[in-house]
């Protein structure tokens, strides 16, 4: 059993709702400093907490959100890693997700609580969720299990009632207060009158390993959406755009695509060229199973690599990461489709996460 001592939790403000503000002319809300947020928030004081901050200034609006701003969050958890025993991220409902997953690629062997939270109402507003979604993010921040360890070990995203894996996590809708989902992997905790962790969905670390974060990300990917009605020359324009490493392709169902010629074989040409596309599903549950169906399997054979179940956030943020590594395109091909942090599901008995090299 670890000495019983006060848990000491990093927060670290970014922007979102949950601190904005109204502007009295334009009666927009706009991101305010993080004074005024925690003002709004009284009851912080009555959990027996170390609780500091750091904060982002400005603090942003999460459309903003860019790689410089995850390298700056990565860096903030790195230098006071050893000083607490977690971190509570407050962000932007709408880019959250590529956050999650973002971070969770960058911060190899993580085994300390990374919680991400915001809010739909700003905190200040009565009927504000932030109060209880920033509350709730530090108790699990601060969570152990019964050997002392934390009870959090990942990037997750709390949000109202549910606890998420963080590269799982899509936000799902623009109104409710459970705004956010894991479609195709269980909740790591459910929040009612207790927090009531599922130990089965939960990361484990059994290594010893030390944190070890990567801050380069490519940017040179990007999503292609497929329609139905989309042109040859507007497909081919895109996937020859300057500069492009990787792309992310929003497929229809289990993973298929039109298969006229010309589609098949722009794709093949791309493939060639060293583009590294992943087929990713735009139906929110399921996954891409490229043998279902001729369309799906011509796609696959024209070079595309399956997503498999990987939400579209974690697709684009894992490609950064992997060229941002420097990895030759037949190497991002073959990590694309193994499980890195828990963003996947594999096949294969081997566990839900396999090793980075
Ligand atoms: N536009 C806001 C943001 O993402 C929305 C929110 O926080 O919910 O920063």
Redesign the pocket.
Same mark, same amino acid.
């Not at 922007?15 to 949950?18: D, L």
């Not at 942003?60 to 459309?63: E, M, V």
């Given at each position: 059993m670890k000495h019983k001592r006060k848990p000491r939790i990093l927060i670290i403000y970014t922007? !979102? +709702?949950?601190g @904005?503000i109204e502007n009295s002319e334009t009666k927009a809300l706009e991101p305010f400093d993080f004074t005024h947020l925690i003002d709004n928030v009284p009851k912080i004081k009555m959990l027996d907490y170390v609780i500091e901050n750091i904060q982002f200034d400005p603090p942003? #609006?999460?459309?903003d959100m860019n790689p410089d701003c995850w390298v700056q969050m990565a860096r903030a958890i790195e230098d006071n890693y050893d000083n607490f025993d977690g971190f509570v991220v407050l962000?932007? +409902? #709408? +880019? @959250?997700a590529y956050t999650a997953s973002a971070l969770s690629f960058m911060l190899e062997n993580l085994s300390k609580p990374v919680i991400i939270t !915001?809010?739909?109402l700003p905190i200040g507003e009565v009927r504000t969720d932030g109060e209880e979604n920033l509350i709730t993010a530090l108790q699990i921040a601060a969570a152990t299990d019964t050997k002392g360890e934390p009870m959090v070990q990942e990037i997750a995203i709390l949000f109202e009632n549910y606890l998420w894996r963080g590269n799982r996590s899509t936000k799902m809708s623009a109104d409710n207060f459970n705004a956010f989902k894991s479609n195709n992997y269980p909740s790591l905790a459910k929040i009612g009158l207790g927090i009531h962790f599922n130990q089965e969905a939960l990361m484990r670390r059994h290594d010893n390993k030390t944190l070890s974060v990567h801050y380069r990300m490519d940017t040179n990917v990007m999503f292609l959406e497929l329609h139905p009605g989309i042109t040859e020359s507007i497909f081919e324009y895109l996937l020859s755009t300057p500069g492009i490493k990787g792309i992310v392709l929003r497929t229809f169902g289990t993973g298929n695509a039109p298969t006229y010629p010309w589609f098949i074989r722009a794709v093949k040409n791309a493939v060639d060229r060293g583009i590294v596309i992943v087929n990713v599903t735009q139906c929110v549950n399921g996954g891409v199973h490229p043998k279902r169906y001729v369309s799906g399997d011509r796609l696959a054979a024209a070079g595309t690599i399956s997503g498999n179940d990987m939400t579209s956030e974690a697709a684009i943020t894992k490609m950064m990461y992997l060229f941002g590594l420097g990895l030759s395109p037949e190497e991002v091909r073959e990590r694309i489709e193994q499980s890195l942090c828990g963003e996947l599901t594999l096949s294969s008995p081997a566990g839900q996460y396999s090793l980075r090299v």
């Open positions: 922007g !979102g +709702t949950i @904005m942003l #609006d999460s459309s962000h932007g +409902t #709408d +880019t @959250m !915001g809010s739909q």
